[in-house]
């Protein structure tokens, strides 16, 4: 994977939009570095039982997430990061991560994993408050997804400390919202695509889509 990171790197010769959901009552990082509590930052319950693995479409990639449009609108956020930035299925970057089982966790919002709600790509590129961030076209097609979720989903880039690599659902379960989004972004429920989906995707820079993203703040 060619990151800014490396390629600038290499010249110099050194080697070298969004909602937000505040942590809910009664869940936080314990003094041991573990998430305590039933449900995950962003209010969704913490249960092994909704979580199932779905292959990302145009790759051989799959991701353990939480079923139903949990799983719809991340999903989207995959192919379209897969398509459009890096390939997902090669190994490089880490790669793909969503549900963990570990309550290890060094921000608050990295607990959505354990909820299924939160999606990781190239992990190992894109750190936890690491200094490596997406090329200027990459995060222009970063604020496109957002676009396309329309307020359901946070991006990490916008996060303290800011972890590129990450997105999770700002949705609440039985969030209506959500669920507009995601029969309007699963391919699976289309017969016909009527909206940006990967694979068919119009042009982050075109002004309709441009005018979507100029609406995605970063969370406060």
């Not at 994977?1 to 790197?9: I, P």
């Not at 039933?38 to 969704?44: E, F, K, Q």
């Not at 607990?111 to 200094?131: D, F």
């Amino acid at each position: 994977m060619v990151t800014r990171r490396n390629l600038l790197g290499a010249a110099a010769g050194a080697g070298v939009l969004a909602l937000t959901a505040g942590t809910p009552a009664g869940a936080a990082i314990s003094n041991s570095g573990t998430w305590a509590g039933d449900v995950s930052a962003n209010g969704w319950p913490i249960q092994p039982a909704a979580i199932a693995t779905f292959l990302i479409g145009g790759s051989a990639a799959s991701v353990a997430l939480r079923r139903g449009d949990a799983a719809a609108v991340l999903l989207h956020v995959a192919r379209r990061w897969h398509y459009e930035i890096a390939a997902l299925d090669t190994g490089e970057g880490g790669g793909i991560a969503g549900h963990l089982t570990s309550r290890a966790v060094r921000a608050d919002f990295e607990s959505n994993q354990l909820s299924g709600t939160a999606v990781v790509l190239h992990p190992t590129a894109y750190p936890l408050g690491g200094s490596e961030r997406l090329w200027p076209h990459q995060e222009a097609i970063v604020r496109d997804i957002l676009a396309d979720c329309a307020g359901t989903v946070v991006w990490g880039g916008h996060l303290t400390p800011a972890k590129a690599s990450h997105f999770h659902l700002a949705a609440h379960p039985g969030s209506s919202a959500l669920a507009r989004v995601a029969a309007r972004l699963d391919t699976g429920r289309q017969r016909r695509f009527r909206s940006q989906t990967a694979g068919v995707v119009a042009d982050p820079a075109a002004p309709p889509r441009r005018a979507l993203t100029r609406n995605i703040q970063r969370p406060r």
